[in-house]
């Protein structure tokens, strides 16, 4: 069975940096493109960034282009989301997805960036 966990929220100070983690069971992320989105309170669930099967390609939201970083460990079956310069605006639960039969989903983690 396909589950994906993130890992590496917390609480950071205005400028700070976190690094989120993606691991992937039940499945060879290999094969998958894989994508961060995120959902504020209030907000509806947006895409932040995505990267090929093979980490080739990449695609970033305007607003964290320059700032976010995804990349791949395929020997971990993990992908991350580094993150700097945080902003409060980023305050949000970051999930990960891919697509395999279906829409799957981890279960979040929350990243709260605050003074």
């Known amino acids: 069975q396909l589950q994906l966990v993130e890992s590496g929220g917390g609480l950071v100070q205005p400028g700070g940096s976190l690094r989120l983690s993606c691991a992937a069971s039940g499945l060879i992320l290999d094969y998958y493109a894989i994508g961060w989105f995120r959902q504020a309170p209030g907000k509806e669930r947006e895409g932040v960034s995505c990267i090929s099967s093979s980490g080739g390609s990449t695609n970033y939201a305007d607003s964290v282009k320059g700032r976010f970083t995804i990349f791949r460990d395929n020997a971990k079956n993990t992908v991350y989301l580094q993150m700097i310069s945080l902003k409060p605006e980023d305050t949000a639960v970051y999930y990960c997805?891919?697509?395999?039969?279906?829409?799957?989903w981890g279960q979040g983690t929350q990243v709260t960036v605050s003074s």
């Open positions: 997805w891919t697509y395999h039969v279906r829409d799957n």
